[in-house]
T-cell receptor, first 113, second 114 residues
Framework: SQQGEEDPQALSIQEGENATMNCSYKTSINNLQWYRQNSGRGLVHLILIRSNEREKHSGRLRVTLDTSKKSSSLLITASRAADTASYFCARNAGGTSYGKLTFGQGTILTVHP | NAGVTQTPKFRVLKTGQSMTLLCAQD?????MYWYRQDPGMGLRLIHY???????AKGEVPDGYNVSRLKKQNFLLGLESAAPSQTSVYFCASTRTGTINQPQHFGDGTRLSIL
């Protein structure tokens, strides 16, 4: 069963605008990861944020984590047409989970030039 | 450095046929995973392996078998394909089960069962 919910399911913006995607989960995490998937391709890892971290940056990407609300958000600033893709959050429970991830259903981002 | 390679990329089967999907990684990763991706469902874990010679069930294992005879390869088998197994299959690997490691994905196998 899916352990996470992503919101919105689809997002359409203009180039240069910011895109924010949200992820909620139900059970405790060790870390939360964000992945990107271009059409017809596999998933590519973007950012991993640990449960004791609140914010992380990578280039134009900013991820926040609020463990009290069991939610995370991914912000893409100054978006480009090349950012058009599906974005997934994935929860790692740690412990004896053997690195397993539980994925949300994803947000489809379309950036119009 | 190829990373994770999946073969074949596409396949059409008839109901009841069998086939094997191959995943190969060249990163000396210990852990490997098979997922399926259906529209609007995200990825769901089918089976995984924590090392050569080991396999374990994931969230949706029914109708699938796996083998990990060599560390670099993880095979997913469908013994008697059913239309419900029409999906895109992704293989992933990670260095170890140590926490805070990302997974590396192949480009998927698109499987249609008629």
């Amino acid at each position: 069963s899916q352990q996470g919910e992503e919101d919105p399911q689809a997002l359409s913006i203009q180039e240069g605008e910011n895109a924010t995607m949200n992820c909620s989960y139900k059970t405790s995490i060790n870390n939360l990861q964000w992945y990107r998937q271009n059409s017809g391709r596999g998933l590519v890892h973007l950012i991993l944020i640990r449960s004791n971290e609140r914010e992380k940056h990578s280039g134009r990407l900013r991820v926040t984590l609020d463990t009290s609300k069991k939610s995370s958000s991914l912000l893409i600033t100054a978006s480009r047409a090349a950012d058009t893709a599906s974005y997934f959050c994935a929860r790692n429970a740690g412990g004896t989970s053997y690195g397993k991830l539980t994925f949300g259903q994803g947000t489809i981002l379309t950036v119009h030039p | 450095n190829a990373g994770v390679t999946q073969t074949p990329k596409f396949r059409v089967l008839k109901t009841g046929q069998s086939m094997t999907l191959l995943c190969a990684q060249d990163m000396n990763h210990e852990y490997m995973y098979w997922y399926r991706q259906d529209p609007g469902m995200g990825l769901r874990l089918i089976h995984y392996s924590v090392g050569e010679g080991t396999t374990a069930k994931g969230e949706v294992p029914d109708g699938y078998n796996v083998s990990r005879l060599k560390k670099q390869n993880f095979l997913l088998g469908l013994e008697s394909a059913a239309p419900s197994q029409t999906s895109v299959y992704f293989c992933a690997s990670t260095r170890t089960g140590t926490i805070n490691q990302p997974q590396h994905f192949g480009d998927g196998t698109r499987l249609s069962i008629l």
